[in-house]
């Protein structure tokens, strides 16, 4: 399984974007507070639409509250300062929990973990001169990738709202 983990998210317009990826994809999304906002923020429920009601959603107090609850080995730190890009990680068994954790909007992850904690940093490939891409689209590009890896396992790759032939059959 996906487990989306976010540090200190600032801005509820993109931690409910990436709850409705997190929605869509089937997997969990957890909280290291503090938050800078409210969950019954407008901005929030106006990005995570519904899906907020169909998503596993965990919150903690701070960072060491999630370690003690998961295991260091078993997640990986996405950050620019990765000497890994995150497509040349094995993401493939449907079966294991993987967790890849983002920082929050302004400063991103502590320093210390990440120093720490070298082999498990993976960066998005990026022009030199860019400082950063948008929290919610890193987290849609790097879970998509694990998804694509495991063949989209129980995933629909085909439209089942509308039907297989919406745009190919007749109305």
């Known amino acids: 399984m996906i487990n989306i983990v976010l540090f200190q998210p600032e801005k509820p317009s993109n931690t409910g974007n990436i709850i409705r990826t ?3 994809i089937g997997a969990k999304v957890h909280i290291i507070k503090p938050l800078s906002f409210s969950f019954d ?3 929030l429920k106006r990005a995570s ?3 907020i009601n169909f998503c596993e959603i965990i919150f903690y107090e701070n960072l060491d509250e ?3 609850k998961h295991k260091l080995d078993k997640i990986y730190f996405i950050t620019r300062y990765g000497k890994n890009i995150y497509s040349d990680k094995d993401f493939s068994s449907p079966y294991e929990d993987y967790y890849v954790m983002f920082g929050k909007e302004s400063s991103g992850l502590p320093y210390d973990l990440l120093k720490n904690n070298q082999n498990q940093c993976l960066r998005i490939p990026m022009k030199p001169e860019a400082r950063s891409l948008n929290l919610a689209n890193c987290v849609a590009i790097v879970c998509y990738e694990i998804a694509r890896q495991q063949d ?3 995933l629909s790759t085909y439209e089942t709202i509308k039907g297989m032939n919406f745009i190919g059959g007749k109305k």
């Open 22 to 24: 997190a929605s869509s």
């Open 41 to 43: 923020d407008k901005e």
């Open 49 to 51: 639409m519904d899906y």
């Open 66 to 68: 999630f370690f003690t």
């Open 152 to 154: 989209y396992f129980s």
